[in-house]
């Protein structure tokens, strides 16, 4: 029996994909940018040249602003699981609950532990101890998304399962639960992924200062050094992507099958379809733009190989076709474009022009968003094709939602709508206008002299944060 | 059970120590919160927010170790009373969205700075309200039907959570005073004194009318702490509480520095325990036990090794974020 979608169900659904669309946003920055300020802070303990530290100290603002957003968001998604999907968390908690609760305890406190000593600690302890809390900062973050990949690989994957008397998941194989077959595609691919947002929103920031000023040397390391990440990280990416969508095909065909458009089988080759509208209720791709034998070519690495088609699979347990559809060749879209930065970027750099080329560094600075677009789209082609169940092919979404009433869920979305909107457009807001001042010489931390001097009128943040470069200063 | 011991039963006192932990170390930091609308000077403020900016995410984890801990070792209580305590779960989440992202964006703009101020206290009573309210729902009991929430989305709100919820409010503010009395000195600390009294007093009246109320709500929490023998065990815990709390209003008339603090946090382990004897061995009252709700023994040792590891690490490097952030807040060095 298929249970039936009411009102309560959608909203409860509207409800965690625009929380949990939210708070990766966060992740997907901090993990890159926790790793680059290791990297930032290493550089500058071991060459000690002064533009390391203030490159640190201008990336580390930006990153308390985040990361302190991640958390809130965060730990609203600890406590939905409960209110909004009691049956699932049930249902699942005896198999998944450890795994977040050992995210907790060797991440969460990691980072929280270290994070007040790398903020606001840098006269207070040694230079080493310093760098350490940086690195268990970064570290935390990596360990972080181990685990919650793990989860949601789980529920795409399950393996290492029984199932008891009151129909709960229990572990038959921690090993097999936690290394599920979908888990070491979706680590590397979203690790990757961070990397990259990171590095592209890391070069944008560069190429907006190089644009203004092209020997401003601070500028000039933070756009290397992204450049560096996307021509190599790019194709790299590209790789793990094509790895990710094999073991998809293996394990979750009708996602697959969304991805690509097939509403049919095709026992001589399937076409890779680059655009089309999906009709779901006539199970037809529209105004198909199609390379014939393209898909069975990247998929099976044979261009006659068969392929099924979603004819092949029962209605009730298809993914909603057109999202997926349309969310996968976005994904795939950010992809080239990053792919095509890192070689424009290389070329410019072997010809000894990649602090001169303006061309290079507006194309930088529209693509720092990139990296956020490909991670909300690669997402939603992974969850939405994940559909209609929670967890894959055993426990429907339907079937997984709180016993609420409608106005309970109703009203709850709409404070998270509002309150997120207000939050993190200041957010934003805030880390936007940091980006726009460049990195300066001797570059203050998160909080140096914002405790006013005296008696509270000299507001020394804003002095410092509305400073304006003298002539000649900054410059190499 | 495995080896004789009994599983759940353990991760019953983890739980309770998570939460515990989160109360004595969150709840000073929500009560600074609090505080921010009696304190009108900025320079007061930055010092106020700048003693607890290096340490409230950690304080804020150990919230998501409690319901995160719930839901692994016991995920039927976990998927009743998140449902049951919906409305006052969402105000505490936004509530903590609005105070978490005020630590960052205060310092981050002149225009909007009393907009964050006020997010800051807003945030920190209404989180500190909602888990109060959170508390006295969990109390009085919750309906509960084949593994599910059976009741509405309004059945927390009564008489009894309210003054819940009005007790964590003037605890937590008791425990932000006393933690300002020791991160300060001057005009700044003497106010904090009067505030640490004012919440002190309203602290201990709390206590008194929830544990007036609690043994009305249901037969077994009367049978429990009224009842000859029973009365022999819980009769300690309010004589402990009264001795305390002269102790508590002994250091602050003799302005000890530290010792208030402590013994604020005394006062709410004291009523912990309480709270300990009237659900025991329920995580539901009434309704569901820890072996009732308890995962598979397997999920319960997998994690039990990672606390076992783990908490001592968490414990140590914590402890050292408050050694490296002792001592006074200095309002003119900022916070480097």
């Given at each position: 029996?298929?249970?039936?979608?009411?009102?309560?169900?959608?909203?409860?659904?509207?409800?965690?994909?625009?929380?949990?669309?939210?708070?990766?946003?966060?992740?997907?920055?901090?993990?890159?940018?926790?790793?680059?300020?290791a990297?930032?802070?290493?550089?500058?303990?071991?060459?000690?040249?002064e533009?390391?530290?203030?490159?640190?100290?201008?990336?580390?603002?930006?990153?308390?602003?985040?990361?302190?957003m991640?958390?809130?968001?965060?730990?609203?998604?600890?406590?939905?699981?409960?209110?909004?999907?009691?049956?699932?968390?049930?249902k699942?908690?005896?198999?998944?609950?450890?795994?977040?609760?050992?995210?907790?305890?060797?991440?969460?406190?990691?980072?929280?532990?270290?994070?007040?000593?790398?903020?606001?600690?840098?006269?207070?302890?040694?230079?080493?101890?310093?760098?350490f809390a940086?690195?268990?900062?970064?570290?935390?973050?990596?360990?972080?998304?181990?685990?919650?990949?793990?989860?949601?690989?789980?529920?795409?994957?399950?393996?290492?399962?029984?199932?008891?008397?009151?129909?709960?998941?229990?572990?038959?194989?921690?090993?097999?639960?936690?290394?599920?077959?979908?888990?070491?595609?979706?680590?590397?691919?979203?690790?990757?992924?961070?990397?990259?947002?990171?590095?592209?929103?890391?070069?944008?920031?560069?190429?907006?200062?190089?644009?203004?000023?092209?020997?401003?040397?601070?500028?000039?390391?933070?756009?290397?050094?992204a450049?560096?990440?996307?021509?190599?990280?790019?194709?790299?990416?590209?790789?793990?992507?094509?790895?990710?969508?094999l073991?998809?095909?293996?394990?979750?065909?009708?996602?697959?099958?969304?991805?690509?458009?097939?509403?049919?089988?095709?026992?001589?080759?399937?076409p890779?379809?680059?655009?089309?509208?999906?009709?779901?209720?006539?199970?037809?791709l529209?105004?198909?733009?199609?390379?014939?034998?393209?898909?069975?070519?990247?998929?099976?690495?044979?261009?006659?190989?068969?392929?099924?088609?979603?004819?092949?699979?029962?209605?009730?347990?298809?993914?909603?076709?057109?999202?997926?559809?349309?969310?996968?060749?976005?994904?795939?879209g950010?992809?080239?474009?990053?792919?095509?930065?890192?070689?424009?970027?290389?070329?410019?750099?072997?010809?000894?022009?990649?602090?001169?080329?303006?061309?290079?560094?507006?194309?930088?600075?529209?693509?720092?968003?990139?990296?956020?677009?490909?991670?909300?789209?690669?997402?939603?082609?992974?969850?939405?094709?994940?559909?209609?169940?929670?967890?894959?092919?055993?426990?429907?979404?339907?079937?997984?939602?709180?016993?609420?009433?409608?106005?309970?869920?109703?009203?709850?979305?709409?404070?998270?709508?509002?309150?997120?909107?207000?939050?993190?457009?200041?957010?934003?807001?805030?880390?936007?206008?940091?980006?726009?001042?460049?990195?300066q010489?001797h570059?203050?931390?998160?909080?140096?002299?914002?405790?006013?001097?005296?008696?509270?009128?000299?507001?020394?943040?804003?002095?410092?944060?509305?400073?304006?470069?003298?002539?000649?200063e900054?410059?190499? | 059970?495995?080896?004789?011991?009994?599983l759940?039963?353990?991760?019953?006192?983890?739980?309770?120590?998570?939460?515990?932990?989160?109360?004595?170390?969150?709840?000073?930091?929500?009560?600074?919160?609090?505080?921010?609308?009696?304190?009108?000077?900025?320079?007061?403020?930055?010092v106020?927010?700048?003693?607890v900016?290096?340490?409230?995410?950690?304080?804020?984890?150990?919230?998501?170790?409690?319901?995160?801990?719930?839901?692994a070792?016991?995920?039927?209580?976990?998927?009743?009373?998140?449902?049951?305590?919906?409305?006052?779960?969402?105000?505490?989440?936004?509530?903590?969205?609005?105070?978490?992202?005020?630590?960052?964006?205060?310092?981050?703009?002149?225009?909007?700075?009393?907009?964050?101020?006020?997010?800051?206290?807003?945030?920190?009573?209404?989180?500190?309200?909602?888990?109060?309210?959170?508390?006295?729902?969990?109390?009085?009991?919750?309906?509960?039907?084949?593994?599910?929430?059976?009741?509405?989305?309004?059945?927390?709100?009564?008489?009894?959570?309210?003054?819940?919820?009005?007790?964590?409010?003037?605890?937590?503010?008791?425990?932000?005073?006393?933690?300002?009395?020791?991160?300060?000195?001057?005009?700044?600390?003497?106010?904090?004194?009067?505030?640490?009294?004012?919440?002190?007093?309203?602290?201990?009246?709390?206590?008194?009318?929830?544990?007036?109320?609690?043994p009305?709500?249901?037969?077994?929490?009367?049978?429990?702490?009224?009842?000859?023998?029973?009365?022999?065990?819980?009769?300690?815990?309010?004589?402990?509480?009264?001795?305390?709390?002269?102790?508590l209003?002994d250091?602050?008339?003799?302005?000890r520095?530290y010792?208030?603090?402590?013994?604020s946090?005394?006062?709410?382990?004291?009523?912990?325990?309480?709270?300990?004897?009237?659900?025991?061995?329920?995580?539901?009252?009434?309704?569901?036990?820890?072996?009732?709700?308890?995962?598979?023994?397997?999920?319960?040792?997998?994690?039990?090794?990672?606390?076992?590891?783990?908490?001592?690490?968490?414990?140590?490097?914590?402890?050292?974020?408050?050694?490296?952030?002792?001592?006074?807040?200095?309002?003119?060095?900022?916070?480097?």
């Open positions: 029996m298929i249970p039936e979608v009411t009102d309560a169900l959608l909203l409860a659904r509207v409800q965690f994909a625009f929380t949990i669309a939210f708070h990766i946003i966060f992740p997907a920055f901090t993990i890159g940018l926790a790793s680059y300020l990297v930032l802070e290493a550089l500058w303990l071991r060459t000690r040249r533009v390391f530290l203030d490159l640190f100290k201008y990336w580390l603002k930006i990153f308390a602003i985040t990361f302190g991640g958390v809130v968001s965060g730990v609203v998604m600890a406590y939905q699981f409960g209110t909004n999907w009691s049956v699932f968390s049930d699942t908690g005896p198999v998944l609950g450890p795994l977040m609760a050992y995210e907790v305890l060797t991440a969460f406190f990691l980072e929280a532990g270290f994070l007040g000593v790398m903020l606001f600690g840098m006269n207070r302890v040694g230079k080493g101890l310093h760098f940086t690195l268990m900062v970064a570290i935390g973050t990596f360990v972080s998304a181990f685990w919650i990949l793990s989860v949601n690989s789980w529920m795409q994957t399950p393996t290492g399962y029984a199932i008891n008397a009151d129909g709960q998941f229990v572990p038959a194989d921690w090993i097999e639960v936690i290394f599920n077959p979908s888990f070491p595609y979706r680590l590397v691919h979203m690790v990757l992924a961070a990397y990259l947002t990171t590095a592209l929103v890391v070069g944008a920031v560069g190429a907006l200062h190089l644009l203004r000023d092209n020997r401003d040397e601070a500028s000039g390391i933070m756009f290397s050094m450049m560096w990440m996307a021509t190599l990280v790019a194709p790299l990416q590209v790789l793990a992507g094509d790895l990710h969508g073991n998809t095909l293996e394990h979750q065909p009708a996602k697959v099958m969304a991805m690509e458009g097939h509403f049919r089988s095709y026992p001589d080759g399937a890779l379809y680059l655009l089309g509208i999906p009709d779901e209720a006539a199970g037809v529209r105004y198909p733009l199609a390379i014939p034998g393209g898909s069975s070519l990247i998929l099976k690495h044979d261009p006659s190989a068969p392929l099924a088609g979603l004819d092949s699979i029962p209605r009730e347990d298809w993914p909603p076709v057109a999202i997926v559809f349309w969310s996968f060749r976005i994904m795939v950010m992809g080239i474009l990053m792919l095509l930065l890192g070689a424009v970027s290389l070329v410019a750099r072997l010809r000894g022009r990649l602090y001169r080329a303006p061309l290079l560094h507006r194309f930088a600075l529209l693509m720092g968003p990139a990296g956020f677009v490909a991670v909300l789209a690669g997402w939603v082609t992974t969850e939405v094709g994940r559909q209609p169940f929670t967890v894959y092919g055993l426990l429907r979404t339907a079937e997984s939602v709180s016993p609420l009433g409608t106005p309970a869920v109703a009203a709850s979305l709409v404070a998270f709508v509002i309150v997120y909107f207000i939050v993190f457009s200041a957010g934003t807001f805030y880390i936007l206008r940091l980006m726009r001042r460049p990195p010489p570059e203050p931390g998160p909080k140096e002299g914002a405790p006013t001097r005296a008696a509270g009128i000299t507001p020394a943040a804003a002095i410092a944060s509305g400073r304006t470069l003298e002539p000649g900054g410059r190499p | 059970m495995i080896l004789g011991i009994d759940a039963a353990i991760w019953a006192f983890v739980i309770a120590f998570a939460v515990f932990a989160y109360v004595v170390m969150d709840g000073f930091d929500l009560g600074i919160g609090m505080l921010f609308p009696f304190f009108p000077a900025r320079r007061d403020r930055d106020m927010m700048n003693s900016a290096p340490v409230w995410d950690g304080n804020e984890t150990w919230l998501v170790l409690g319901g995160g801990g719930l839901l070792a016991f995920p039927l209580a976990y998927a009743v009373l998140f449902p049951a305590l919906y409305a006052p779960l969402t105000v505490m989440l936004l509530a903590l969205v609005f105070r978490g992202v005020a630590f960052e964006f205060r310092w981050r703009t002149e225009r909007a700075k009393p907009y964050w101020d006020f997010s800051f206290a807003a945030g920190s009573f209404l989180a500190a309200f909602a888990q109060g309210v959170a508390l006295g729902a969990i109390l009085q009991g919750v309906a509960v039907e084949d593994r599910h929430y059976a009741g509405g989305w309004w059945d927390w709100l009564t008489g009894f959570s309210l003054l819940t919820g009005a007790a964590v409010v003037v605890g937590f503010g008791l425990l932000g005073a006393t933690w300002l009395v020791t991160k300060t000195t001057g005009a700044l600390q003497t106010r904090a004194y009067r505030f640490a009294g004012w919440g002190a007093a309203l602290t201990l009246a709390a206590i008194f009318a929830v544990s007036l109320a609690t009305f709500l249901d037969a077994e929490y009367w049978r429990r702490w009224l009842q000859w023998p029973h009365i022999l065990f819980t009769a300690p815990v309010p004589i402990a509480v009264a001795v305390v709390a002269l102790r209003f250091g602050l008339r003799k302005r520095e010792e208030p603090f402590f013994l946090l005394a006062l709410f382990a004291l009523s912990y325990a309480g709270l300990g004897i009237s659900f025991w061995p329920y995580i539901v009252p009434g309704e569901i036990t820890i072996w009732e709700a308890a995962a598979p023994e397997s999920s319960q040792l997998f994690m039990l090794v990672g606390v076992v590891v783990m908490v001592p690490l968490i414990l140590a490097y914590t402890a050292h974020a408050y050694w490296v952030f002792r001592g006074k807040v200095d309002p003119d060095a900022g916070y480097h």
